[in-house]
């Protein structure tokens, strides 16, 4: 009796210290940095896989953008492929993160893939075949990704002009269709769907976007799983860790969604912040141990909410480009010369 009152326990303190079911990373450009030479190394120096030390770390997923035809074919689909091969062999469940377009799909750019057509209802058949398409080459290769997002930051729609906020009837009727696409693709199980915005701190722009999509139609509550957001320190002071937990509670109590941050980062290096931190993240370090810290507080954020599932750090391998986007030197989880940094095993503890 004492042995099995014991073994409840302890399986109850597991349970507390893996709240989240998605623990992951965007390891989009790990191949760029390869092919540039770069050797990535466990936090003991020892050369290995990335997909290992990840895993070892305690990442349980990773995230991966992918773009329709890109100039010299980094992110295109069969990159991707290739790269969500090296996850599964290690262990690691895949998010697949269209953008639908050629190169970056951001609040401020949506551009239409070259060669496609703008017409909403050829733009749909295309947008479903390409989902279609896309989700059974991952299905042909081995590969069953857990999550599927239709869009990456689409607060200001996609697929523009013809997906602008000027027609929500057009955004709604594009997401439908590549949800469809991907409903209808012989992957199985099937991935959970999610729609992402920017702004996760924001209740007004989440609550806005969607009442507005929901509201035409074409898009219904069946099409999609997830909600995703965005949530980074550095562009505003406005996004606390207190808003975050308003807005997506506010989320869960409207929509009962799985909710996911898909996108965060903290800087090891800061020096010169272009606008003010969050007033609740000011006692949180610019070191490695902030960014355990920052990791920490984002997920007890994600975990107190209804269907809070996962976060995801963005792009935290991507030595070249440390800024990451933003005004802080570095906001990467490895050192210059490619050796994790002791953040990386965070992953652990959410």
Known sequence: MLLSALSAVLSLAGSAAAALTYKGVDWSSVVV??????????????????????????VNTVRQRVWVNPSGGTYNLAYNINLAKRAKNAGLGVFVDFHFSDTWADPAHQAIPSGWP???????????????????????????????????????????????TSSWYNI???????????????????????????????WNTQNYWYTNVLKQ???????????????????TASATLSSLKSSLNNMANKWGKELVVAETDWPSSCPNPA?????????IPFTAAGQSQWIKAVADVVASVPKGKGLFYWEPAWIHNANLGSSCANN?????????????SVFHNI
């Open 217 to 235: 139609g074409p898009l219904v509550s069946s099409d999609f799983d997830m909600m995703g957001v965005s949530f980074y320190p550095f562009y």
């Open 275 to 283: 606008y003010a931190f969050p007033s609740d993240a000011k006692n």
């Open 172 to 202: 709604a009727r594009l997401l439908h269709s590549a949800s469809a696409g991907i409903k209808d693709s012989r992957l199985n199980p099937k991935p959970k769907i999610m729609i992402h915005l920017d702004n996760g701190w924001n």
């Open 118 to 164: 703008t017409a909403v209802e050829d733009l749909a058949w295309k947008l479903y075949n390409y989902t279609l398409d896309a989700s059974n080459q991952f299905h042909d290769n081995g590969v069953q990704p857990t999550i599927v997002s239709i869009g990456n930051e689409i607060t200001g729609g996609l697929l523009w002009p013809t997906g602008g």
């Open 332 to 344: 990467c989880m490895f050192s210059n010369s490619g050796q994790a940094l002791s953040s990386l």
């Open 33 to 58: 940095e390869e092919k540039a030479g770069v050797s990535y190394k466990n936090v003991n120096g020892a050369a290995q896989p990335i997909e290992h030390i990840l895993r070892d770390s305690g």
